[in-house]
């Protein structure tokens, strides 16, 4: 499967943005999805992940109460909003796809086999 996301910008704190995944060639609603994050200097990190019904959800601490993720198995589209944006959230943003995962698992970067290219979210004071 094929991902591209899109819907980084610069934004001011307290902004929103919403980040958009649309994967091709594989079927959506097979995979499971997440978004990580990577910001300058550190290491990649998990941010959010939907299974493929999109009924279980999962986030990080630092996600929980600011970010959603949502998918629209229609549209081959994976969504993340991002609001009460702070300095920092600033990362590049990626989308990844993975099949089979169990709970456990949804929250690291190894169990996804699929990577877009990232999308890069600047957030200033």
């Known amino acids: 499967v094929q991902l591209q996301a899109s819907g980084g910008g610069l934004v001011q704190a307290g902004g929103s943005l919403r980040l958009s995944c649309a994967a091709s060639g594989g079927a959506f609603r097979t995979y499971s999805m997440a978004w990580f994050r990577q910001a300058p200097g550190k290491e990649r990190e998990f941010v959010a992940a939907t299974k493929g019904s999109g009924g279980s959800t999962y986030y990080s601490d630092s996600a929980k109460g600011r970010f959603t993720i949502s998918r629209d198995n229609a549209r081959n589209t994976v969504y993340l909003q991002l609001s009460s944006l702070k300095v920092e959230d600033t990362a590049v943003y990626f989308c990844?796809?993975?099949?089979?995962?169990?709970?456990?698992?949804?929250?690291?970067?190894?169990?996804?086999?699929?990577w877009g290219q990232g999308t890069l979210v600047t957030v200033s004071s």
């Open positions: 990844a796809a993975g099949q089979r995962l169990i709970t456990s698992t949804m929250t690291f970067a190894t169990s996804y086999g699929y």
